[in-house]
């Protein structure tokens, strides 16, 4: 059964910094697009990041450009996002999220994930 299970989150001041990771079962996805997506209450859910299958290729939100940094390790079958900068609009569920295999184009659409994770909140105050 594949899974995604997200870590990481929690409270953190304005400023401050959090890394949350993704831990993938089921099968390998050394061959699947990563991403990560968030959803603040009273919002629809919205792209934060993704990476291709080397981890040579990443695309990001606007909003989060130059704060956040998405990183895979395809040995661990983990992917991370170290935030950085952390302002209280950062605040939602962040979840983790998987293409198919083989599909190569890094989505910025969560229609064009296939398996999706629990979700972990983040909470910055300010």
């Known amino acids: 059964q594949v899974q995604l299970v997200e870590s990481g989150g929690g409270l953190v001041q304005a400023g401050g910094s959090l890394r949350l990771s993704c831990a993938a079962s089921g099968r390998t996805f050394s061959n699947s697009v990563m991403g990560w997506f968030r959803q603040a209450p009273g919002k629809e859910r919205e792209f934060v990041a993704a990476?291709?299958?080397?981890?040579?290729?990443?695309k990001s939100a606007d909003s989060v450009k130059g704060r956040f940094t998405i990183s895979r390790d395809n040995a661990k079958n983990t992917v991370a996002l170290q935030m950085n900068g952390l302002k209280p609009e950062d605040t939602a569920v962040y979840y983790c999220?998987?293409?198919?295999?083989?599909?190569?184009?890094?989505?910025?659409?969560?229609?064009?994930?296939?398996?999706w994770g629990q979700g972990t909140q983040v909470t910055v105050s300010s």
């Open positions: 990476i291709s299958w080397t981890g040579d290729s990443t």
């Open positions: 999220a998987a293409r198919s295999s083989y599909r190569t184009i890094v989505g910025t659409f969560g229609y064009q994930y296939d398996y």
